[in-house]
């Protein structure tokens, strides 16, 4: 088993930057694929990146490419994501989620973070 848990969201001015980080306990993140999923009021969840713990392989969004970056660091088994030039259209919930490499479904999940951009 693997607890998640997010932090580093918040209210930033549209153009402003957040780091949201991604925390694990109970067992590594080795073997494991992490996302970042958000939620935004009366809209479905949306996939926003993705990275391969051992291999770095990461996936993006197209909304977010060139302003998001998602990254890891293995000493502190976390996972960060570099959010630049924030528009309010990513105001949202975000969610960190993992999964076992080869899986679908993600199956473990944070409790998610607000990230509020004002115009």
């Known amino acids: 088993q693997v607890q998640l848990e997010e932090s580093g969201g918040g209210l930033v001015q549209a153009g402003g930057s957040l780091r949201l980080s991604c925390a694990a306990s109970?067992?590594?993140?080795?073997?494991?694929?992490v996302a970042w999923f958000r939620q935004a009021p009366g809209k479905e969840r949306e996939l926003v990146c993705s990275?391969?713990?051992?291999?770095?392989?990461?996936a993006y969004t197209d909304s977010v490419k060139a302003r998001f970056t998602i990254n890891t660091d293995n000493a502190k088994n976390t996972v960060y994501l570099q959010m630049n030039n924030l528009k309010p259209e990513d105001t949202a919930i975000y969610y960190c989620?993992?999964?076992?490499?080869?899986?679908?479904?993600?199956?473990?999940w944070g409790q998610g973070t607000q990230v509020t951009v004002s115009s």
């Open positions: 109970g067992r590594t993140f080795s073997g494991l694929q």
């Open positions: 990275i391969s713990w051992s291999g770095g392989t990461t």
């Open positions: 989620a993992a999964r076992e490499v080869g899986r679908n479904d993600y199956f473990y």
